[in-house]
């Protein structure tokens, strides 16, 4: 390849601009975001360093803090605002790129390398969970940091202890999940033959860097909670999903989803492992390739299909060996006519991933390109490879972004959706609230993670306002979501604003309240 840096600055482009234009216009979500944006102002609310809170005074272990900690730095940078809470993710995930690029460049040319880079910010699936706070891409993060440093950086022993420090991120990122990182930089470094007679201390190193952060955070806990610390890291809300079911009849719940979100890019992918299973005489290093790719999709498949509800975000870890396989299939068919012939299986197969005019693209092109392959192969004409690669590409990669079920992603149900309507009045409450009161909310059904962030107040609920949290004479503001205040005695409450079912109170307490209650 020529300009080999020139490519790889227009690839890093590429990729930023995917993940971060627009980063902060979006409202937060109400879930995962809403818990990653009000988890890390608590810190700042409660003056704690150490632990996170979702409700007023109660501390949380349901994840673990680092993460929070991450958002909180930002929050310090750029204010509390959107930005702050998506930054890390948005970072994170061009790591993610740079580390599939460093790590594929070892057993595929450059160009695939760059290319299987590339295609991950062209899924609607990966950009999502890229430019919204899930917990997702800073895990894939730290467990390909960890594998690359441990198993393909310069043996040296700064490279041990920050494999072992990005391992214990890992685990101060999301518990569990972190444990396939282990086996599969350990396995991987064995097959690499890193440790010898002359390195092999980088292995304690490893293991001593990867516990001392987790053991001094422990350590630094309060005693009452650091028990709940160790234990949410393997009992937190995901594995407590776990079952004893077995895997008979659940892997529609993998290969759904992952046809949904990645369209055409399967059957290229299906055509580029068995291109790299004929291959192997020819280069048997990229066995490495496939054993580090089944260490980290085997685990994950087969725990995510134990989940009594599996997420589909848990099975992300695969998305970027899937893409490079199709990326290994588009560049290698369209270079030699001797693997030109995988093209035609690809294109009957196009249709059955969707039945409508998105499945032509692919499959008519890859038919095109294999009948000019043939062409140029009778009658010795010359045409760049780099015409017919590109063009294969872009009928995968397209449909594959724009399908309406690619697409989808996009499209979240209410119950996740921000609520402009309930942000505007958390923002007037915040206005009308000293630093510390509380903020009131009644709702049904709905969540109130957005309503925390945007007033900037611990936010509870009428019934604990009244039980812990009441004073005669003194008033507050709520936010109420069809809910109806004239059944609780002593309360007039009057109203700020109101539209549709949402009301902004002013509640006046009378001392009629406090008999009461």
């Not at 600055?9 to 601009?17: E, I």
């Not at 043996?155 to 086996?183: D, E, Q, R």
């Not at 033959?193 to 422990?218: C, N, S, V």
């Not at 199709?326 to 294109?347: D, G, Q, V, Y």
Request: with cysteine; glycine share 6%.
């Amino acid at each position: 390849m020529k300009s080999p840096w020139l490519w790889r600055a227009a690839a890093l482009l590429f990729v930023a601009s995917m993940v971060l234009v627009g980063l902060g216009d979006p409202l937060l979500l109400q879930t995962d975001e809403g818990f990653a944006a009000n988890r890390a102002m608590s810190l700042y609310m409660y003056d704690s360093a150490l632990v996170t809170y979702d409700d007023p005074f109660i501390p949380q272990f349901n994840k673990p803090p680092l993460f929070y900690w991450l958002v909180a730095i930002f929050y310090r940078a750029i204010g509390f605002n959107t930005w702050a809470v998506r930054l890390p993710t948005a970072l994170f995930s061009i790591g993610v790129c740079a580390l599939l690029y460093l790590i594929n460049r070892r057993y595929f040319s450059e160009r695939i390398a760059l290319l299987s880079a590339v295609l991950v910010c062209t899924i609607p699936f990966c950009l999502f969970h890229a430019r919204t706070a899930m917990l997702e891409m800073p895990l894939i993060f730290f467990i390909l940091l960890t594998i690359y440093l441990l198993a393909y950086a310069r043996p040296a022993t700064w490279a041990a202890a920050l494999a072992g420090v990005a391992c214990a991120a890992a685990f101060m990122i999301k518990g569990a999940a972190a444990l396939i990182a282990l086996p599969a930089a350990l396995i991987v470094s064995l097959i690499r033959r890193r440790f010898t007679l002359k390195t092999w201390w980088h292995l304690p190193i490893f293991f001593i860097a990867g516990l001392a952060p987790m053991l001094a955070y422990y350590l630094a806990l309060p005693r009452e909670y650091a028990d709940l610390f160790f234990d949410s890291l393997f009992h937190n809300e995901d594995s407590g999903n776990l079952s004893a079911i077995t895997l008979d009849g659940r892997w529609p719940s993998l290969y759904l989803p992952l046809i949904k979100y990645l369209r055409w890019h399967i059957p290229a992918a299906v055509a580029g492992f068995i291109l790299i299973l004929a291959g192997l005489r020819k280069n048997p290093r990229i066995m490495e390739w496939l054993i580090l790719a089944l260490l980290l999709c085997a685990p994950t498949a087969v725990v995510g299909l134990k989940m009594v509800n599996p997420f589909t975000r848990y099975f992300l870890i695969m998305y970027p060996f899937i893409l490079t396989l199709s990326a290994f299939f588009a560049l290698e068919t369209t270079r030699s006519p001797r693997t030109a012939w995988l093209l035609l299986p690809f294109a009957l197969a196009c249709p059955f991933v969707e039945q409508s005019g998105w499945a032509w693209i692919p499959a008519g092109t890859a038919v095109l390109v294999l009948a000019l392959a043939q062409i140029l192969r009778f009658t010795g004409w010359s045409l760049s490879p780099l015409v017919m690669q590109s063009a294969l590409i872009m009928a995968i990669a397209v449909p594959s972004s724009f399908s309406g079920a690619a697409r989808e992603v996009w499209n979240l149900p209410p119950r996740l959706q921000a609520e402009p309507i309930a942000i505007r009045f958390a923002e007037k409450a915040r206005g009308l609230l000293a630093e510390h009161d509380v903020l009131v909310f009644g709702g049904s059904g709905y969540k109130k993670h957005d309503i925390f962030f945007y007033s900037r107040r611990p936010c509870i609920g009428i019934d604990v306002w009244l039980r812990e949290y009441f004073k005669p004479g003194v008033e507050t503001v709520g936010i109420f979501y069809k809910a109806d205040m004239t059944g609780i005695p002593g309360i007039r409450a009057s109203v700020l604003a109101q539209e549709g079912p949402w009301k902004l109170l002013k509640i006046p307490a009378s001392n009629a309240v406090a008999a009461t209650h």
